[in-house]
């Protein structure tokens, strides 16, 4: 059954065709039927038959004649827009250079991770400078001089794995590099998003700017031109076991490179990958000998993730010291344990962070806590452990953080095929930079570190909602009974909390052998990054929480006041989410 991909009004919808006899002019009144059906209002219109519109192709932007049949008009899965006639339609219906856009140049030594972040947003395009096409070039003169010479060459001019023995003809070596993508995609679960995909294909196209992996400048060009048109293949998050390298979710990034499988971009929504790229005037990518093999190796999935995940705890654990500094104030603690002499006395770097942020939140020349002198001279001498302690518990988590963000920054500037190229040598050489125990390993203990957050954190609900511990009302609501207040929302964050301890065991301890024993120790360094993701996220929830409770709980203090950069906390949580007294 033909189907068409058809814009209307800035969206997308696929509109299938029963019968080919069927008009243009059907087809248009089909696609603004089910825009009109999308929208509260019928997107301001009565009917369809009112709607006056005429029909052009995406590509060419060719108008189309409404009574020409689509079987004569159109290919299966044409991508067409419908414009309506006073609408205000911008002549360029998918540019290939908007205005304004912003460059991060790639040279494979300088990527940070908070740069592959913002690629992945979409905030960024990618050119390669000068030096890198250069590095590419010396490393694609290696290859070609292997395969006009029939140098048996692993991957090269032979098969892969267990078949590295298998020499291939020449004739045969670029039908080699298909067969090994399309072999290779086999991964299964739920794609990545676009965001994660737009990550790994700009971290592969990082690595292979370093020259070391003999694909061409030309093949290199191409998918930068897909990476900068979002064009962002089908890639399932299952099936990589971290050696060689993520060889499954490569392979389907490289799948839709070459108008295979599936491919997404915000133009097109999911479509077959070949018009995808037809749309946005770009070509599949034809493979040269060891091109196959050059998009596919290396541990991108893990560290692509594994950025995600640096980047997001670093940001939650900055956000656990200030709830933990609200809760403190809503239960009246004391900031004794934040004195300089404490912590200098015992000097990690985390600790004494965490601690300089406390001091920084609760003493406030501009406007002392108000709270905090309202129980000055009371006789409580030291805080529960999930107060006293938060720079020893958060300062851990803190060089724990700093301590991968530093293998991540070491990782995704690093070649990781195999065979390297060495153009300086004039030489292909194996190794084992594609296994992903580093990132792997660096993963599990960000997990098992991160978690400590929404532990503790999960213990100062409690402290919030026990009224025997707070001397605040039970769940911290006035009519208890006939409102549960925060009853249930502690039970989430304790379940929350539990399945984090499952998910902080270590997947690197395991490996399976594969490949007929010839990748016999693998890292499991993909499932290290999506639980890494996922307890990261669970953290994220169960301080959501925590500062739902201590805003609520500051309701019961009032009118007394806490300090200005607590106040403005309180002010940024009230303009989202109201008092719940």
Known sequence: MPRYTVHVRGEWLAVPCLNGANTVGWLGREAVRRYMKNKPDNGGFTSVEEVKFYVRRCKGLGLL????????????????????????????????????VHYISLDGNSLTTEDLVSLGKGLYKIKLTPEAEAKVKRSREVIERIVKEQTVVYGITTGFGKFARTVIPNSKLM??????????????????????????????????AKGYSGISLETLQQVIEAFNASCLPYIPEKGTVGASGDLAPLSHLALGLIGEGKMWSPKSGWADAKYVLEAHGLRPITLKPKEGLALINGTQMITSLG????????????????????????????????????HAVRPHKGQAEVAFRFRSLLDSDHHPSEIAESHRFCDRVQDAYTMRCCPQVHGVVNDTIAFVKDIMMTEINSATDNPMVFAERAET????????EYPAKALDYLAIGVHELAAISERRIERLCNP???????????????????????CTAAALVSENKALCHPSSVDSLSTSAATE???????????????????????LAIELLAACQGIEFLRPLRTTTPLEK?????????RCGK
């Not at 079987?71 to 540019?95: K, Q, R, T, Y």
């Not at 590099?177 to 299964?188: F, I, K, P, Y």
């Not at 016999?520 to 169960?542: F, P, T, Y």
């Not at 906390?569 to 989410?577: E, G, K, P, T």
């Open 429 to 436: 050489i194996s190794g084992g930079n594609f296994h992903g």
């Open 307 to 342: 950025c995600e995940a640096v980047e997001r705890a670093s940001a939650i654990a900055r956000q656990a010291d200030i709830v933990a500094a609200l809760t403190l104030e809503v239960l009246k603690g004391t900031t004794k344990a934040f004195d300089t002499d404490i």
């Open 569 to 577: 906390v309180y002010d940024l949580v009230r303009s989202v989410v």
């Open 65 to 100: 004649d409404l009574d020409d049949t689509v079987e004569d008009a159109l290919e299966d899965n044409e991508f067409v827009e419908v414009v309506i006639e006073g609408d205000i339609m911008s002549p360029d219906f998918i540019p290939s250079q908007p205005e304004g």
């Open 175 to 208: 039908e080699l590099q298909v067969n090994l993508v399309r072999s290779h995609s086999a991964g299964v679960g739920k794609p990545l998003t676009p965001e994660r995909s737009r990550m790994l294909l700009a971290l592969r196209i990082n690595v292979l």
């Open 520 to 542: 016999d120790h693998v890292s499991m360094g993909g499932w290290s990054a999506r639980k890494a993701l996922r307890v990261i996220e669970h953290v994220e929830q169960v």
């Open 468 to 490: 025997s511990l707070s001397e605040l009302p039970a769940f911290l609501v006035t009519e208890g009974g006939l409102n549960s207040g925060f009853m249930i929302a502690h």
